[in-house]
């Protein structure tokens, strides 16, 4: 019998590219998520729309990224204990009613015009917290919906390119709906937008997942999670360069109503085409590693990845120049999502069944929890030095976080290859 890499060597890039399509269960969860995604990408731009244009204030921007993330950073710890033992299916049902209702709230509010600035404040709260749970779920899910793990590359490139493609509409469709309609109905087609992931969600039929027997406390999973994690090298430095991105080189994602509006001197449909200019190279990224055949050297990959992300960002900081500025977010996405992706893939080969959800979690919190943190830190930084010079900033740090993870590649490989031994990626 042929062996699963001597099959997927065979293959060409669009086959591997769209081997997990064979799934019907990631077929409904592709269709889903990713019209609900639009509607996602919507939200978050007329939010941050709504709140500079209500305030002014570029400090305001980084407290309600802050608000919004914080519960991520500070309960997923906790929440990924939990999705190793709950039924994850069902527990993503959950959490995207909620979202649903969230934006249905936030609609009413802004389209009645009773919405004023805490409002949306604690809904971010309340949307933080659904996330917190949501976002470990979903990446845990995959396993459940592609079950041969050789297909598990092709989803995760495969999701990427969902998000990402939603990026491209999606902020585009809000800056132009902004422009016209106003606010409220990008949080209204948001909430409808909901139905379809929890229509694909109720059409699966999952497998019950094999449980340990394990009288285990939750949080005797909790302390094991930071073990592992930190005990086992290639985990651990991919965490590290997540954390470096999303702590310190996201700060032109904060603070991009402030380029649209105060630096390039356009409106919300300015504010939509650099989102989506970002979402154009994320998904160049996406389709490049959908088509990729082997996990082997994404360790270098990475680092080359985050330079590049900070050298883009640099050449937007100094930017004055709508072309040049989008020829720069398409730059940066390319190097964010090739970074994300690569740590990403490298996680989800090597990670240990039993502990997928606490690990997933630990990767959230780097990837997304730690950003509202930097997001406050951008807007306090922002109001005193002003935009271009925060993401200047920023965009240093992490080309010299690339010099620091490339010297650790060789030490990376060494402990990455008994791993790929055992799964026979490599012989």
Known sequence: MTDAPDRLNKQGALQVAGRAFGH???RLFFAGQGTSLIGTWMQQIAMSWLVYRLT?????LGVISFITMAPVFFVTSVA????????????????NLLAMIQAAILGVLTLTGHIVVWHIFVLGFCLGFVNAFDMPTRQAFLIDIVERKEDLNSAIALNST??????????ALAGLTVAVFGEGICFLIN???FLAIIMALLAMKIKPRAKKAAASRPFDGFKERYRYVFGFLPIRYCIMLL???????MQ?????PVFAKDILHGGAHTLGFLVSASGIGALLSAFYFASRKSVIGLERLASIAVGLFGCANLVFSFSRSLTLSLFAMVVSGLGMMSAFLACNTIIQTVVEEDKRGRVMSFHAMASMGTMPFGSLIAGIVASHLGAPHAVLISAGCCVVGSFFF??????????????????????
């Open 24 to 26: 019907r269960n990631y």
């Open 56 to 60: 002014g204030s570029p400090s305001l």
């Open 80 to 95: 990924g204990v939990f999705v190793d033992r709950w039924d994850r299916c069902r527990l993503l049902l959950l959490t």
């Open 162 to 171: 969902m998000f990402n493609g939603a990026r491209l509409v999606g902020p």
């Open 191 to 193: 909430s409808l937008s």
């Open 243 to 249: 954390a470096l991105m999303a702590f310190i080189g």
């Open 252 to 256: 032109h994602a904060t603070l991009m």
């Open 406 to 427: 490339a010297r650790k590649v060789p030490s990376l490989r060494s402990a990455i290859r008994p791993v790929y031994i055992a799964l026979g990626i490599i012989k």
